[in-house]
């Protein structure tokens, strides 16, 4: 390939990103306006300023368009990434890892999902199946076998619901947890390998 040719590709891959961005914001707002179940592709469509095909170019539709704003949950399934701060255990660079991935955008589509999911049955078990539940089959870093089979099947359940539980509370603008998030990872990490009582001796 010559160097036109990289500098196309390269050219065509960002427009690309561009205009799904563009589409996910325009899904988003529509999603807060409308509610997820009322809204369609077309109100998406007009909200991005683009033709229903352009949409469907992207995402084959209105399910995909939630899960693409849902995407950076893959966060919480994920083995943590090796960091250059100091050493720290898995479980903490893991902690870390899954509420850095919360991010305004990530936020804001949570607050709508999760007031639609607990009054609606089919988004709900949606939002169950093909976001949480990989949080909860992978590997459970900190753990001494990893989540392996012997780990009880309620802990990787504990770690996603303790993580979550943080994130409602910032959604709900809590001022303790606003003000503590940055170290809110470590805290936890704090509490889960050292337990919540001192132990005695």
Not at 86 to 97: D, H, I
Not at 114 to 124: F, K, N, S, T, W
Request: glycine share 6%; charged share 20%; aromatic share 4%.
């Amino acid at each position: 390939m010559n160097e036109y040719s990289n500098f196309m590709t390269t050219l065509k891959d960002r427009l690309a990103d561009s205009r799904r961005t563009h589409i996910l914001d325009a899904a988003l707002s529509v999603f807060a306006a409308k509610g997820y179940r009322r809204a369609t592709i077309r109100d998406v469509a007009q909200a991005a300023g683009v033709a229903d095909g352009t949409i469907y170019g992207s995402f084959s539709g209105k399910e995909a368009l939630l899960l693409a704003l849902l995407d950076p949950l893959d966060a919480l399934a994920s083995p943590p990434l090796p960091t250059s701060d100091a050493p720290a255990s898995p479980l903490r660079m893991a902690l870390r890892q899954r509420l850095s991935a919360f991010t305004p955008r990530l936020l804001d589509a949570l607050r709508v999902v999760l007031a639609e999911a607990l009054v609606d049955p089919q988004l709900r078990v949606m939002l169950v199946e093909r976001v949480l539940a990989p949080t909860w089959t992978g590997p459970v870093p900190g753990l001494p076998d990893h989540g392996g089979p012997d780990t009880p099947p309620i802990i990787p359940r504990i770690l996603t619901a303790s993580v979550l539980g943080l994130v409602v509370l910032r959604l709900l603008e809590e001022p303790v947890l606003g003000d503590s998030w940055d170290t809110a990872a470590d805290t936890l990490a704090d509490l889960l390998e050292g337990g919540l009582a001192p132990q005695n001796s």
